[in-house]
């Protein structure tokens, strides 16, 4: 699965972070938010918080996504790439 967080700056830009999938070994999955040297946990709550400020995460396997964060089928903010697939969304400098 690939995913990437796309968040709104101040100045009317886009960035974007990826989204890491961590299989682990009881079926279940992990979701880490990637910086250039490190990956973070990213969980429901962050997914919440950054949709606020309108913020969304585009994937290629949307049912995966929001199985990995327990969201329900009518969430908002998680978008198939294949709907915006000829929309330029720069990477966070930091993580380009």
């Given at each position: 699965?690939?995913?990437?967080?796309?968040?709104?700056?101040?100045?009317?830009?886009?960035?974007?972070y990826?989204?890491?999938?961590?299989?682990?070994?009881?079926?279940?999955?992990?979701?880490?938010?990637?910086?250039?040297?490190?990956?973070?946990?990213?969980?429901?709550?962050?997914?919440?918080?950054?949709?606020?400020?309108?913020?969304?995460?585009?994937?290629?396997?949307?049912?995966?996504?929001?199985?990995?964060?327990?969201?329900?089928?009518?969430?908002p903010?998680?978008?198939?790439?294949?709907?915006?697939?000829?929309?330029?969304?720069?990477?966070?400098?930091?993580?380009?």
């Open positions: 699965m690939k995913a990437r967080v796309v968040i709104p700056t101040a100045a009317g830009e886009r960035v974007s990826n989204i890491a999938i961590h299989h682990s070994g009881r079926g279940g999955c992990e979701l880490r938010l990637v910086f250039a040297t490190e990956e973070e946990p990213f969980e429901r709550w962050l997914f919440y918080l950054l949709r606020e400020i309108g913020a969304h995460v585009v994937t290629d396997d949307v049912s995966q996504f929001r199985k990995a964060l327990g969201l329900s089928d009518s969430e903010g998680v978008i198939d790439e294949q709907e915006i697939k000829d929309m330029v969304l720069p990477r966070h400098p930091a993580t380009a």
